[in-house]
């Protein structure tokens, strides 16, 4: 059965995509392909990261609440980029080439969320409260340095940072794909090698460490992927916050599969589809009225609401 | 043979454990008591790596537990902890493969699948394969569970307080299939138990533990008398035999 869901999915997934490259095509081709074939990379870099990271975050917590983004993994990178700002003056930031500003950043936030999560998760593993709650408070404590340092910088830099910290999706920093295009690509394949592990770390602790998957190392290797994941989906297109969970969330109801050979590309091909599928109605049938990122929220707030109020176990 | 040796544990400078050493046999069930507190949990987990060794050693045949590849000693030895509680949303046959992961390491084969119809019909899961574990009832679930770390098929099965919540049905549906395991199909069956009428009733050994140390070790008919209940449990209990059996009345 997840067999045939995933192949509904990808058909879906692909209408999205040949609307997109071909809905209220005027111009001539030559200039098109190149032109919407690099917003739909991005997107679908975009779209593919966003589910595999809240995936595999959900995995290795035990928990379909939590996401990268609730616990301030975005928010994080944000603030790496604010506080470069801050001290070194937009200028210099912007002199410096966007791979290299890239790299740096999402080189510290791994760093970062190695220690501040790993740490966490190694304490408080057993203690889910305590872990959602701290991640919540520390998504906001990164919010909050952010804004303070936004208040006290120069209008000018501001304006430089207010770029990056809103979700935006029709100005995709392009430039970033040579580069964000291949590190994707590998934190994919990696995390489609440890699928069967990852089967196994997701019945918890103590069955993963009875059937040989030591968790620890585990969790350290995909804090690892996540992290790499967030930095290249928030560079492109700036922190999405609910597109995560309605995109996993959609993606359990769809294909109940307890295997992630089904689970990651299915919630990829349901991650296009919403991105893709969305943009194109925007682009091409609201002539960009409303902001992507605005409508990803209220629906993945309303699916949210839905699966709480059935009574489904999320 | 699990051999543990001169193992001591601490917890935030409380000591756990206090210089353990004993040699669990091969074959049959091997059942440890003891008041709350004294350890048996910890000596369980520290044999089965979900916690790591402080001081001491302890050997399964010829692997030494914390040394031995993770994924070697998952077809020695299999476990089930007191808090095994599955989150997942997994049918009673899906959760039943997942006992076959060391051998076939996430792509069944024929084979696999054999192990595990002959899991569940060991432990008469048959006609649950297709349900949701969440559907069923504790004493159900439980048996899943062990159904589980049977199709692991190790000569070592580890369990952790089992009867929790289980009623007498479940509780003695349970240890007979238990006890059929290690008569029919010679596993060496290590197992916490809480209540010690069981232990007399099921185990071949009986290792008593109090406070970090190991005060009895020995058949049922010599370790479960009124003296030992006195002196481990501190409470005065009388021990009665009923056909060949020490009863403890409560």
């Not at chain 1, 304006?159 to 809103?166: K, N, P």
Request: glycine share 6%.
């Amino acid at each position: 059965m997840p067999r045939n869901r995933l192949i509904a999915l990808a058909c879906l997934a692909a209408v999205c995509v040949v609307l997109y490259m071909t809905l209220a095509a005027r111009a001539p081709w030559s200039f098109l392909l190149p032109f919407r074939g690099t917003k739909l990379l991005a997107l679908i870099l975009v779209a593919t990261s966003i589910s595999t990271a809240t995936l595999l975050f959900q995995t290795i917590t035990q928990n379909r609440i939590l996401t990268p983004s609730i616990m301030g993994f975005d928010a994080l990178y944000v603030l790496i980029f604010t506080l470069a700002v801050f001290f070194l003056g937009s200028q210099a930031v912007m002199r410096l080439p966007p791979q290299m500003v890239f790299l740096v950043t999402c080189g510290t936030l791994v760093l970062a969320a190695l220690l501040l999560f790993g740490l966490l998760l190694r304490r408080n593993a057993k203690d889910l409260f305590q872990l959602i709650l701290t991640g919540i408070i520390f998504g906001v404590l990164f919010r909050s340095l952010t804004s303070f340092l936004q208040r006290m910088i120069d209008p000018n830099e501001f304006a430089t940072i207010q770029v990056a910290s809103y979700a935006r999706f029709n100005d995709i920093e392009t430039d970033l794909l040579i580069i964000a295009a291949p590190i994707t690509v590998i934190a994919l394949v990696l995390a489609w090698r440890r699928r069967d592990a990852l089967d196994v770390i997701a019945l918890g602790p103590d069955l993963a460490t009875n059937l040989g998957e030591p968790p620890l190392p585990r969790q350290w290797e995909v804090l690892i992927l996540i992290a790499v994941l967030v930095s290249v989906s928030t560079a492109l297109v700036g922190p999405v916050a609910f597109l995560g969970l309605l995109v996993v969330s959609v993606t359990y109801v769809l294909v109940p599969s307890p295997h992630h050979r089904h689970l990651l590309p299915a919630a990829a091909l349901v991650s296009i589809s919403v991105l893709v599928g969305g943009q194109t109605i925007l682009e091409r049938g609201l002539s960009l009225s409303t902001p992507l990122s605005v409508i990803v929220d209220v629906l993945g707030g309303a699916v949210f609401l839905f699966l709480i109020l059935k009574g489904k176990r999320i | 043979m699990i051999s543990v040796q001169d193992v001591s544990f601490a917890v935030d400078g409380a000591r756990i454990l206090n210089g353990v050493s004993v040699d669990i046999p091969n074959g049959g069930i091997t059942a440890l008591i003891g008041p709350n507190g004294a350890g048996k949990s910890t000596l369980l987990s520290l044999m089965s790596r979900l916690q790591k060794l402080q001081v001491g050693t302890i050997r399964v045949d010829d692997l030494e537990v914390g040394v031995c590849a993770h994924d070697v000693l998952a077809k020695r030895l299999a476990i089930l902890g007191q808090s095994a509680e599955v989150t997942q949303r997994l049918t009673v046959r899906q959760l039943v493969t997942f006992g076959r992961y060391p051998h076939h390491r996430g792509r069944p084969t024929e084979a696999d699948h054999a192990a595990v119809a002959e899991a569940l019909a060991e432990f008469d899961l048959t006609t649950f394969g297709e349900r949701m574990l969440d559907s069923l009832s504790g004493g159900q679930r439980q048996r899943a569970l062990v159904a589980m770390i049977f199709a692991q098929d190790t000569p070592y099965m580890l369990l952790d307080e089992p009867l929790n919540n289980l009623d007498i049905a479940a509780s003695r549906h349970l240890m007979q299939r238990l006890r059929h395991l290690a008569d029919e199909r010679g596993r060496t069956i290590v197992i916490v138990l809480h209540d010690i009428n069981y232990a007399a009733s099921y185990a071949d050994w009986i290792i008593a533990m109090k406070e970090g140390r190991i005060v009895r070790f020995g058949a049922p008919e010599d370790v479960i008398t009124s003296d030992t209940i006195q002196s481990v449990f501190e409470t005065d209990a009388d021990v009665k035999t009923v056909e060949g059996r020490r009863v403890v009345v409560v």
